[in-house]
Structures are given as C-alpha cells and as structure tokens.
C-alpha cells in the first residue's frame, strides 16, 4: 500500500525511517497547482506500512506544540452536521496537489488516492478525538481503499495516539470513541466513504471557505455543474431543516448502501435532483407508509401527518435508552432536543 505524497513547490519530505514510511507535508505551499511528481522519485515509499500510530504522523498539523494546521489542510465546514451529542467539530480536506475529485456522478463523489479527510472533536475547548479517513487504493473493495482511523489525544495535548477498538468516557466527558468497525457502519453509506463533502453539504455559503463554487472556481470538480445549478435542500424553511438534519443524521445508514437498508428500506438520504419536497425520497419513504417493524404501540406509522406523537420516526429519534429502536441507535448518548423540535414542526405542519 501506498503511502501519500505531499507535492507542492517546495516540497519537504519528512520520512519517519524507523517505523514507517509515513510522509510528514511540511511546504507551506497552498496545496493546489501543481503535478504530483511523476513516477517513483517523488515517492517516499519504504516498504509496507500500517496506520499512523500518532497524530504527529499524519500531516495535519505542521506543527504540534503550536497546533498550527498544515497550509494543505483545508478547513469546511457542512451545511448540516451530525448531532455528536453537541461536541464542537472541526474538519479539514487535504487534496493531493494538482488532483480533482470525480464528481461526474454529482450524488456520489469520488476522491483521488491520497485524499485526507479529518475530524476534530472537542468539549469545552479540551481536545477528545481525531479521526481520519485515508483513501488508500483504488481496488473497488471498500474495507481495503479506505482507512479509517481515530487519534485519542493526551492529557497534555502534545499529541494523540491511534485507538482501533473505541474508548468509553474520554478525558473526563462522557464522549465515546468507536471503534474502527463502528466508522463504516456508517461510512459504507457513501460509495466513497465521505459523508458531508457533497454538493448538498457545500451549497450553501458556509462558514469556512470552501463551497462548491470555490471548488468550481479553483477547478477540482472534473465534472462542475452548471452555473445556475440549485442542490438546495428541498421545500419551505422547516421542511429544509428537517430534511437536512435527516440527510446527515439519519442518511448514511438509511439509503441502498446502509447498514440498515437490507432490514428496512427506507430512504432518509436526498439526492441532487430531488428538488420538490412532496415528491422527494424522504416524504415518499416516511409520509403515511406503514412502520416496518412497529416495537411500541402508537408507532405503526413512520409519519403521520399533522401528529407527531403518532410517528415512528420521531418517537424513534425522541429516545436513547440503548436499545436498537433509539435512533441513531450508536454513536450519541443524547437526545438531539432541538433537532426533535424541527422535525415536530414539520410533521405538525404536513397536511392531512
Ligand atoms: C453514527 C455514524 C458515524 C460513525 C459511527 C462515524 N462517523 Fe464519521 N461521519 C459521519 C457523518 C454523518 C459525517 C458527515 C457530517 C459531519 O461531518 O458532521 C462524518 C464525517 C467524518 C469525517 C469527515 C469526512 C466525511 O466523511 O464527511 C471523518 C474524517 C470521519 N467522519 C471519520 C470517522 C471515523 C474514523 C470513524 C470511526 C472511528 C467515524 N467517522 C465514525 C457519521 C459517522
Ligand atoms: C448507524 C446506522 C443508523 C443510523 C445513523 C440511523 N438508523 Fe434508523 N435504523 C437503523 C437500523 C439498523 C434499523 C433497523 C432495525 C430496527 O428496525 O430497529 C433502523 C430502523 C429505523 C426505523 C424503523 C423503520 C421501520 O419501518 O421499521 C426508523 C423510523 C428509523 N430507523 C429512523 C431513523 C432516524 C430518524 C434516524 C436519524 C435521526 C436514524 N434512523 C438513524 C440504523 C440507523
């Protein structure tokens, strides 16, 4: 397996001889531009290498004690977010240099070997987790081309340490850590294992600067949309809203690819030309349609219009007692009370 290069201007490369063939990006380059270095001379490939084992390792930060971000991590941020039980999360894409993401199936996009993804969790300014998905290679198998991974950080917070099997309760919070099978169940939802870098994610003007127009503009999509293109989420304010939060809290499992498609096949995730909300995959896989395993009585509808006390989906996303019907049913400890209140307001508003 390859490791990822970092190519830029000047490029620095940093290899950690002694363990692994891990490649530090130290450039202060913008990370775009440029051709990767043609064949193996910019390659700084030393044998077989497993996960980085440290934070440190990844390229992130080019440098730990300051928590400087490397200039290639690019900060963004989605228009809807997963819930994480209120933690504060960053995230940052690092691009090969000069590479563009395959975005000719615009539901679906593709990133080139040697994408980096990170997410950065923390509570009350004290850093938690890390995590990282790599792609890898470029086998069609998903377990083998992309690697996930998930740093704990230290009680000094000069670096963080790979966890593979989760962590219960970290550094005085009740924040889990899953374990690295725990990332596909819901990372498997996307072909390309990424969840909220989408054309639905980036529409909107976020916070951080990368939309989709600058990723047209700086020319990383090899497939742009058209100019006047609307990937807006579908229907009225709190439609919008409801439907947005269940795209990203609830679309990874529940879409052709998630793990709960086979038991259940019910669409909760939108897609780019679903531009009416009356006829999208979520009103069709929830308005009036019958609750596939009803547990409780008064849920044996996933949604009853105008009566959300009569609905699955909402009694469902309502609790977290760890049994299989809370939804999500891993990954959140606490119910998302403000998330349960859009979601109130739109069935309340649907009409009979
Ligand atoms: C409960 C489902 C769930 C689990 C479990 C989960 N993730 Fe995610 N992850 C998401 C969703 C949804 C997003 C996109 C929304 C966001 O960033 O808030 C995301 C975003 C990310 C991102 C940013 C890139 C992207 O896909 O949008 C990284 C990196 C990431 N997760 C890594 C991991 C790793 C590593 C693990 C396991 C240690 C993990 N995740 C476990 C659902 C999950
Ligand atoms: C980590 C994957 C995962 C996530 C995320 C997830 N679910 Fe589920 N969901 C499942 C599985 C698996 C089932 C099937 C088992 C069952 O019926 O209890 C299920 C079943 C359901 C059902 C029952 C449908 C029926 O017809 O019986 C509803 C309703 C539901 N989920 C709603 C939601 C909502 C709303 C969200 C987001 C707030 C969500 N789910 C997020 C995995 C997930």
């Known amino acids: ?61 080019s440098d730990m004690a300051t ?35 395959d975005t000719s199936d615009m539901d679906h996009w593709r990133f080139p070997v040697g994408t980096k993804f990170f997410k950065e969790f923390s509570r009350g300014g004290t850093r938690l987790e890390t995590r990282l998905i790599e792609h890898v290679a470029d086998t069609g198998k998903q377990e083998d081309d992309y690697r996930a991974s998930t740093f704990v950080w230290r009680g000094d917070e000069s670096d963080a340490d790979l966890v593979v099997d989760g962590a219960r309760n970290i550094r005085g919070t009740d924040h889990d850590v899953p374990s690295r099978q ?15 870098f989408s054309a639905i994610q980036l529409f909107q003007p976020s916070a951080s600067a990368i939309t989709l127009r600058w990723l047209v503009e700086q020319g990383k999509l090899t497939a742009p949309p058209a100019a006047n293109a609307d990937f807006s989420v579908p229907g009225d304010e709190a439609t919008a809203r409801a439907f947005g939060y269940l795209h990203a809290n609830c679309g990874h499992c529940h879409n052709e690819n998630g793990i709960a498609w086979a038991d259940n096949p019910m669409k909760l995730r939108l897609l780019v030309g679903e531009r009416d909300a009356a006829t999208s995959s979520i009103y069709k896989a929830t308005v ?65």
């Not at 725990?182 to 072909?191: A, L, S, V, W």
Request: aromatic share 6%; net charge positive.
């Open 182 to 196: 725990d990332c596909f169940k819901c990372h498997r939802g996307e072909p390309g294992a990424i969840l909220g």
């Open 67 to 101: 928590k400087q971000v490397a200039a290639a991590s690019l900060e963004y941020a989605p228009a809807y977010v997963l819930w994480s039980d209120a933690a504060d999360k960053k995230r940052w894409i690092v691009l090969p240099a000069g590479a563009r993401i």
């Open 288 to 352: 009036g349609e019958k609750m596939n395993r009803p547990k409780t009585s008064g849920d044996t509808f996933r949604v009853v219009a105008g009566h959300p006390e009569q609905s699955g989906l909402f009694y469902r996303m309502s609790r977290r007692d760890g049994t299989p019907e809370s939804m999500p049913p891993i990954a959140t400890k606490h119910v998302d009370a403000d998330a349960v209140s859009v979601v109130k307001a739109w069935i309340e508003r649907l009409p009979p």
């Open 1 to 61: 397996m390859r490791n990822i290069l970092c190519a830029t201007h000047a490029v620095v490369f940093v290899v950690a001889a002694l363990t692994s063939s891990f490649v530090a990006c130290s450039s202060s380059s913008d990370g775009g531009g440029s051709p990767p270095p043609g064949g193996d001379a910019g390659r700084a490939d030393a044998g077989p290498s497993g996960p980085p084992q440290r934070l440190s390792e990844t390229g992130l930060y």
